[in-house]
């Protein structure tokens, strides 16, 4: 599952233009998905390869905040067109060293993700921010730094 959230600077523009920003949300965190699986070599990239996802909009948060994240579901796994066939991105495994045996509560090392996710958040905020400009709504003069 990767989450796509807005920050709080955009809300009171979202909350103006619910419509708008959630048709764009759910837009650019699809395109920046399908941007990234296709250029990954494993999903296919160079090829045929088409992947797919489900998304979810929820405007609030648990405290009933305003807050519009999109969770979308996907599998690491995309359909390559031209073969007919099932291309899985395998996930690395992890291996305690000896040392680590010792370590209580040892957590495996960051990574395993499908995607990088800073790579992901740099992406999708160009997508997003590209397309309220060109839909028409000014944004905030400052917006903080990915």
Same mark, same amino acid.
């Given at each position: 599952? @990767?989450? *796509?959230?807005?920050? /709080?600077?955009?809300?009171?523009?979202?909350?103006?233009?619910?419509? @708008?920003?959630?048709?764009?949300?759910?837009?650019?965190?699809?395109?920046?998905?399908?941007?990234?699986?296709?250029?990954?070599?494993?999903? &296919? !990239?160079?090829?045929?390869?088409?992947?797919?996802?489900?998304?979810?909009?929820? !405007?609030?948060?648990?405290?009933?905040?305003?807050?519009?994240?999109?969770?979308? @579901?996907?599998?690491?796994?995309?359909?390559?067109?031209?073969?007919?066939?099932?291309?899985?991105?395998?996930?690395?495994?992890?291996?305690?060293?000896?040392?680590? !045996?010792?370590?209580?509560? /040892?957590?495996?090392?960051?990574? &395993?993700?499908?995607?990088?996710?800073?790579?992901?958040?740099?992406? *999708?905020?160009?997508?997003?921010? &590209?397309?309220?400009?060109?839909?028409?709504? /000014?944004?905030?003069?400052?917006?903080?730094? @990915?």
């Amino acid at each position: 599952m @990767v989450t *796509f959230t807005l920050p /709080s600077e955009l809300r009171k523009l979202a909350w103006n233009h619910q419509r @708008v920003i959630y048709a764009l949300l759910l837009q650019g965190a699809w395109d920046t998905l399908n941007t990234f699986s296709h250029n990954d070599a494993k999903l &296919g !990239a160079g090829i045929t390869a088409t992947a797919g996802a489900v998304g979810v909009l929820h !405007a609030h948060n648990r405290r009933l905040d305003f807050h519009p994240p999109v969770h979308m @579901v996907m599998p690491a796994a995309a359909l390559d067109t031209k073969r007919g066939l099932w291309r899985t991105k395998v996930r690395r495994t992890w291996r305690r060293r000896d040392s680590d !045996a010792t370590a209580p509560n /040892s957590a495996p090392p960051s990574g &395993g993700y499908l995607f990088n996710h800073r790579a992901l958040a740099k992406v *999708f905020r160009a997508k997003l921010l &590209g397309a309220a400009k060109h839909g028409g709504l /000014s944004l905030p003069a400052k917006l903080p730094e @990915v």
